[in-house]
């Protein structure tokens, strides 16, 4: 293993405490950036902490109020003494120059702490840790570092109505303004607002009621949008959801093209349908054994690939069909309950939504207890495992069509109906009416089909 000395920059640190002492505007730009770990020098920390604690309480700070803070708490001697703290103030001033030198002190930190990050990751490689798990927390840890540029998190509450007076003149001149990110069907988002980010939602139905018809159906709405779609498909392999994203684009019949039976002009609709998909910033992850762990790194590794490939899209969507499927990752031999393992995975969902600040619609089976019902609309109580599920999602949706229940034999009348069972905050609970196009599994506004 290498001995080199750890990554720091002691001059930078000089000339951030010199301009500190020297001018309060320096010391008010370098206090939003920096904290004493910064500080690679000990005897740097120690003086940063004094100027930390003198600005809280509202004192003057120069060499005399800071040698007298750490004679107090006996440590003036530890930096070197008054003698030290006058060479630092005699340092070529850097003043102007503060926020430069600051953000160089905060990059060496970051540095030595992606060192020790992968020092940790190295050690335990031999452990028992299961892979997944290992590259999910590290790669958990490395973000942290990358994400670690500034402490200016403060505002006062006049720049934060400023800002709000600026949104709410946006929302106002845009017709139909949606807050979340759009689903594309307009009644669903006038009630809800839009997927809102950083929360999960939970769509849940029969096997074979539309699940994932209508998560196909939001992810190129979505992406539409111009937002980054990341797709986790345990159950549904990755050329049947390309197949039903283009049958949806064209409107085509799924049976028709698992057949091989299109027209040839509706070949020539799934041509161009395939060439319009194609464009749109998705990226289908089809690996049947995700875990709590694994959603974490999959996610990454399918952002980096919209990048790359769709020229930097903004993240909009994390969708994950469905549930039920996902793996436990504990350890082996453990007797655990299925409601447990399912807390464990929509906790992991809810936690998904809120590290990358994006909606997370997560699939959910339905239990049969609904099937015994003359009002077969399904209410929270159905869910699977319900207690977990309900308490992680910040919105629940469930699918309900008539057309379901139809025998073989009946006119299906392509009407569906969105119930929305929870709504944390901001939307409206109820029913949406929308329509199935039961050929290509697509769901739309009921009003363009229903007129």
Not at 293 to 308: F, G, K, M, P
Request: glycine share 8%; net charge neutral; proline share 4%.
């Amino acid at each position: 293993m290498s001995t080199a000395a750890p990554p720091s920059d002691l001059e930078a640190e000089a000339a951030v405490i010199s301009s500190a002492m020297l001018s309060s505007d320096a010391r008010d730009e370098a206090l939003t950036l920096l904290r004493p770990e910064h500080f690679f020098a000990d005897k740097h920390a120690r003086v940063w902490e004094t100027i930390v604690a003198l600005t809280e309480a509202e004192r003057k700070v120069d060499i005399v109020t800071i040698s007298g803070h750490l004679k107090a708490s006996g440590r003036l001697d530890q930096i070197g003494g008054t003698p030290y703290l006058a060479q630092l103030i005699d340092a070529t001033p850097a003043v102007a120059h503060v926020e430069e030198h600051a953000q160089t002190v905060r990059d060496m930190w970051r540095r030595r702490q992606l060192i020790d990050a992968c020092r940790a990751a190295l050690s335990e490689c031999n452990g028992t840790k299961s892979v997944e798990a290992l590259v999910s927390d590290h790669a958990a840890t490395l973000d942290g570092v990358l994400e670690a540029r500034t402490l200016n998190t403060q505002t006062t509450l006049k720049s934060a109505l400023r800002a709000e007076v600026e949104a709410y003149e946006r929302r106002s001149r845009t017709t139909g303004y949606v807050p979340g990110i759009p689903t594309g069907i307009h009644e669903l988002d006038r009630k809800i607002g839009g997927l809102g980010r950083g929360n999960l939602y939970i769509v849940a139905a029969r096997p074979g009621a539309g699940k994932t018809g209508l998560a196909v159906t939001l992810a190129r709405n979505v992406a539409r949008g111009g937002f980054g779609v990341v797709f986790l498909s345990l159950e549904m392999p990755r050329d049947q959801l390309a197949q039903r994203a283009a049958a949806q684009e064209g409107g085509l019949d799924t049976k028709e093209i698992n057949e091989g039976r299109l027209t040839a002009v509706n070949f020539a609709v799934y041509s161009s349908a395939i060439r319009k998909c194609a464009e749109l910033p998705i990226v289908i992850d089809d690996d049947a054994k995700q875990t709590p762990a694994s959603l974490r790194s999959a996610t990454r590794r399918a952002v980096r690939r919209l990048q790359a490939e769709h020229d930097a899209s903004r993240l909009g969507l994390i969708i994950v069909d469905y549930l039920q499927l996902m793996e436990d990752d504990g350890p082996s031999g453990r007797n655990r309950t299925r409601e447990e393992e399912v807390r464990k995975m929509s906790t992991a969902c809810r936690k998904l939504a809120k590290e990358f600040n994006v909606p997370v619609v997560a699939l959910s089976q339905l239990n049969r207890a609904v099937e015994s019902r003359p009002d077969k609309r399904p209410q929270l109580s159905d869910l699977r495992e319900s207690g977990a599920i309900e308490q992680d999602a910040f919105g629940v949706l469930m699918l309900y069509r008539d057309d379901y229940y139809r025998k073989p034999s009946e006119t299906p009348d392509g009407k569906a109906e969105i119930l929305i069972r929870k709504l944390r905050q901001g939307g409206t609970t109820g029913t949406v009416e929308c329509a199935f196009i039961g050929p290509s599994q697509a769901f739309a506004d009921y009003q363009e089909n229903f007129r």
